[in-house]
């Protein structure tokens, strides 16, 4: 009988600890493939900027905006992007897909206004949507590292951020200032930013130092040199928004980065993002 007991008590332990580990599996595979799409949608999001934004430069020079092969490479892109959005509230738990409607309903209304804003206010309104899949990441993240107990992790994930997030800032208020033509200490303030991300690039170069080496990185910050080594250099606007986006794609780059080292530590690497 206590035999009997003994090995009954034996298989509902082994069966605990098989459910717990189990749970915690689902939970782990649920905020890895939350990172994977979201990281997709991140990238999309940046496509989708790119073309939006030449398309409505060169409408503003009164050249044809919308060629037939960016027309379907436009809406391949938005039905990608919409795809996406309702797989990540598919994904997520149900507790938390009203956050993922909320940055679902986001990306519908860029898809939707782009075409009647100028430049500026596409910039801000892609700007605006990336962050929010930055945050939202940032979410996954923090609530990963909290159930993991790693708070060496957490320590070093936090400084880092707070690096990355400083530097999405400045580059947005460098772009604030590149068609804001009505304030005549314009080119200071503009010169004033270049100086601050300047600083902002040595700072995450000490969090991946590879992707400030990148070919791109290297070419934004040689512009950005000779706007604050050069008083007299005045860049045109598209050249201004140009060094922007490769500036955008540079901390980019950095997050994915640490997100790819963190994860692996976590659970195990990302996938090589792919999205063309």
């Not at 919409?82 to 009203?98: V, W």
Request: charged content about 20%; glycine content about 2%.
């Amino acid at each position: 009988m206590f035999v009997t007991i003994s090995m009954l008590v034996s298989v509902a332990i082994l069966g605990l600890i098989y459910t717990l580990s189990q749970q915690k599996h689902s939970a782990q595979q649920r905020k890895f493939e939350l990172l994977v799409c979201l990281r997709e949608v991140l990238a999309l999001c940046r496509q989708h900027r790119s073309l939006t934004h030449q398309t409505l430069s060169q409408l503003g020079l009164g050249q044809q905006g919308m060629t037939q092969q960016r027309q379907l490479h436009l809406q391949d892109l938005q039905q990608h992007l919409l795809e996406k959005s309702e797989q990540l509230i598919q994904i997520a738990h149900f507790d938390n897909r009203p956050s993922y409607r909320i940055l679902q309903n986001s990306l519908k209304k860029v898809l939707n206004e782009w075409s009647q804003a100028n430049v500026s206010k596409n910039q801000r309104l892609h700007g605006k949507l990336i962050r929010h899949c930055m945050y939202l990441m940032d979410d996954v993240v923090l609530a990963w590292l909290a159930e993991s107990g790693r708070e060496e992790l957490s320590d070093e994930y936090h400084m880092n951020w707070q690096q990355i997030f400083d530097a999405m800032e400045t580059l947005t208020q460098l772009r604030l200032c590149i068609d804001d033509t009505r304030n005549e200490n314009n080119g200071l303030r503009i010169r004033h930013y270049c100086e601050m991300m300047q600083r902002k690039l040595n700072q995450l170069a000490l969090i991946s130092p590879l992707t400030l080496g990148s070919p791109v990185c290297s070419s934004a910050m040689r512009q950005l040199n000779e706007v604050t080594d050069n008083t007299h250099v005045e860049l045109e606007s598209d050249a201004l928004y140009q060094l922007s986006s490769e500036l955008s794609s540079t901390i980019a780059q950095v997050y994915d980065h640490m997100l790819n080292d963190l994860v692996e530590s976590l659970y195990h690497p990302l996938p090589q993002l792919v999205v063309a």
